[in-house]
C-alpha cells in the first residue's frame, strides 16, 4: 500500500493539463456494447476506474488494447454477468444493465451496496427500465434482469440521477418506439454519453435538458471515426482549487471551462483572480482568501463532487464559511480529516460550518473516498510541515497523475511506501525536487551541469 506525502507551504505555479473524464468514460467505454464490432475512443483518462471497466469488459468477452487511444472489440458478449467482487470495487459497473438487456435480453449484475458517501441506492434505474419491459429478479445480492421486447415508455426519475438516467437511455436507444426521460440528468457527462450514442446512430434530443427524448432503431454501429472524452470538469476544479489554497499562479489547459462555471463563481467569491480562456482556466491568489457559501446541486449547480475540494479551500479562508451537501447524505467524512489537521468544522446533517484558521499543520490522515482524499491532498499543499494520505487507493481511482501534475507546479509532494519513516519521506522529497530541477535551472543555482 502507498501514502501521499506533501511538504506543504508552497506557492504553486505553472501549468496543468486537464484529462478527458471518468464519468463520462465510464458509461461511454460500457455503452460500446450496444453497437457490436471495434471501437476507438481518444482522451480516455489512464485511471484505476477506466481499467476496472476495461477488465469488465474484458471478462464478458470483449478485449480491448491501451495504446494512447482504447480499442475495444465488442463484437461477441459471452457472459451478460458483472459480478460481485468487480462491482463492490465500482459501482458504475451497473451501467452495464441498459446496455445487457437492450443487446442480449438478459442481464445478472451484482447490488453494488452502498458506499462511504451513502447507501445509494438505484430503484429510479430498475423503475425506468421496467417501464421499458424489463423484468427483475433479486436473488443472493444480485439482480437478474430480462428483456425480450424493449417498448419506449414515459419515465419520470424522482431525481435526476446521473447514472440513472445513463442505464434507462442506454436501454431506449434499441427499444420500439419513442421513449421521454423526465427529470434527466443534466450533467456534461451524460451530454457526451449522448453524443457517443449519437455517433453510433442513436437517435437521441434534448440532451442537456431535464427531458431527453430517444427514437429507438433495430441496431447500432461502431462510428466510423474514434471519439474524443470531453475533458474532466472535476479534475479542472481540483487543481484550480489547489492553487487558490496553496497560492500562486496555475493554468488548467485542455478542459472546458464553460462546464465549472459554478465552481469558478465560487472560487471568485473566495478572492481568487481566475481568467477563463477558449479551453484552459488560470487562477491566480495572492491575496487571503474570503469565507464564502456553497450548496451543491444537481448541474449546472456546483457539483457534488467539487464540495470536500472547496471545503479544503473554506479551512483557511477568512471568516466563517457554509457549506451544504444536499445531493448524497454523508459527505462530510473528510470534516473530521481536516480537523486533525487544524481545520475548524462543525456540521450537523448536511450543513457544515467552517471557521478559516491562519494556517493547516500537517498531520497523517485517512482517504475516505475519492473526493474527500483529494481535499486532503489539498489541505497538506498549504500546510506547515508534512502530511501523509494513506489509503490513496481511492484517488486512483479518479486522479490520473496527480503527484505528477502537482509536482509539475512546484508542489513538495511524492509517493512512498505506508512504511516509509519520517527520514526516508524527506529524502524521498528531497531526491524528488532535485530530479525536477531542470539543467537549466540547476546551472542558474551554481551547481555542474550533468553533461
Ligand atoms: C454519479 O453518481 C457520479 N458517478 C458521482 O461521482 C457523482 O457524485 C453523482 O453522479 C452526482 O453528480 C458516476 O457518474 C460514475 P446519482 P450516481 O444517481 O449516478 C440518489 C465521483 O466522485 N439515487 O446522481 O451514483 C442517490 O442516493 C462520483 O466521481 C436514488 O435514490 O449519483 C443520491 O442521493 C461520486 N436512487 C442522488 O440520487 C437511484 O436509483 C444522486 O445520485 C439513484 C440515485
Not at 469488459?57 to 495504446?67: A, E, Y
Not at 459471452?78 to 442480449?104: H, I, N, Q, T, W
Not at 440528468?185 to 453524443?195: F, G, K, Q, S, T
Request: proline share 5%.
Amino acid at each position: 500500500m502507498e501514502k501521499i506525502v506533501i511538504d506543504g507551504g508552497r506557492p504553486l505555479h505553472g501549468s496543468i493539463r486537464c484529462s478527458g473524464a471518468k464519468n463520462a468514460a465510464l458509461p461511454i467505454l460500457i455503452a460500446t456494447l450496444l453497437a457490436p464490432g471495434e471501437h476507438r475512443l481518444t482522451n480516455v483518462p489512464e485511471l484505476a476506474d477506466t481499467s476496472s471497466t476495461l477488465s469488465l469488459l474484458g471478462r464478458i468477452g470483449c478485449p480491448s488494447l491501451v495504446q494512447g487511444s482504447v480499442r475495444l472489440d465488442t463484437t461477441r458478449i459471452a457472459f451478460c454477468e458483472a459480478p460481485y467482487d468487480v462491482v463492490r470495487k465500482m459501482r458504475a459497473s451497473v451501467l452495464v444493465l441498459g446496455p445487457m438487456l437492450a443487446r442480449c435480453g438478459e442481464a445478472r449484475v451484482s447490488l453494488p451496496g452502498g458506499c462511504a458517501i451513502g447507501t445509494r441506492p438505484i430503484d429510479q434505474h430498475l423503475k425506468g427500465l421496467e417501464a421499458l419491459g424489463c423484468r427483475f429478479e433479486l436473488e443472493g445480492g444480485y439482480i437478474n434482469g430480462i428483456a425480450h421486447d424493449l417498448k419506449g415508455a414515459e419515465i419520470h426519475l424522482d431525481m435526476p440521477t446521473v447514472t440513472g438516467t445513463e442505464n434507462i437511455l442506454m436501454a431506449a436507444v434499441l427499444a420500439r418506439g419513442t421513449t421521454r426521460i423526465h427529470n434527466a440528468a443534466r450533467e456534461p457527462e451524460v451530454v457526451d454519453l449522448v453524443h457517443f450514442l449519437q455517433n453510433l446512430g442513436a437517435k437521441i434530443t434534448g440532451e442537456g435538458t431535464s427531458t431527453l427524448t430517444i427514437e429507438g432503431v433495430p441496431r447500432l454501429w461502431p462510428a466510423s471515426r474514434p471519439y474524443s472524452i470531453v475533458p474532466d470538469r472535476i479534475e479542472a476544479g481540483t487543481y484550480l482549487c489547489a492553487a487558490a489554497i496553496a497560492g500562486g499562479d496555475v493554468e488548467v489547459t485542455g478542459c472546458a471551462p464553460q462546464l465549472l462555471e459554478a465552481s469558478l463563481h465560487k472560487l471568485r467569491e473566495a478572492g481568487c483572480h481566475v481568467e477563463v480562456g477558449e479551453t484552459s482556466v488560470r487562477l491566480r491568489r495572492d491575496t487571503p482568501l474570503r469565507s464564502f457559501s456553497a450548496r451543491t446541486e444537481p448541474y449546472p449547480g456546483l457539483a457534488t463532487d467539487m464540495q470536500a475540494q472547496l471545503m479544503a479551500v473554506a479551512t483557511v479562508a477568512a471568516g466563517t464559511s457554509r457549506i451544504e451537501e444536499t445531493i448524497f447524505e454523508n459527505r462530510f467524512m473528510h470534516a473530521a480529516e481536516l480537523t486533525r489537521m487544524g481545520a475548524r468544522i462543525q456540521h450537523v446533517g448536511r450543513l457544515a460550518t467552517v471557521e478559516g484558521v491562519e494556517a493547516l499543520k500537517g498531520a497523517q490522515v485517512m482517504a475516505s473516498d475519492l473526493r474527500a482524499s483529494a481535499a486532503l491532498v489539498l489541505a497538506g499543499l498549504a500546510a506547515q510541515g508534512l502530511t501523509e494520505v494513506l489509503r490513496i487507493y481511492h484517488l486512483d481511482r479518479g486522479y490520473e497523475d496527480l503527484v505528477g501534475k502537482l509536482r509539475g507546479v512546484g508542489a513538495r509532494i511524492v509517493r512512498a511506501p505506508d512504511t516509509t519513516d519520517t527520514d526516508a519521506m524527506i529524502e524521498a522529497l528531497d531526491a524528488a525536487d532535485r530530479a525536477d530541477v531542470s539543467p537549466e535551472e540547476e546551472m542558474a543555482a551554481g551547481a555542474p551541469v550533468s553533461s
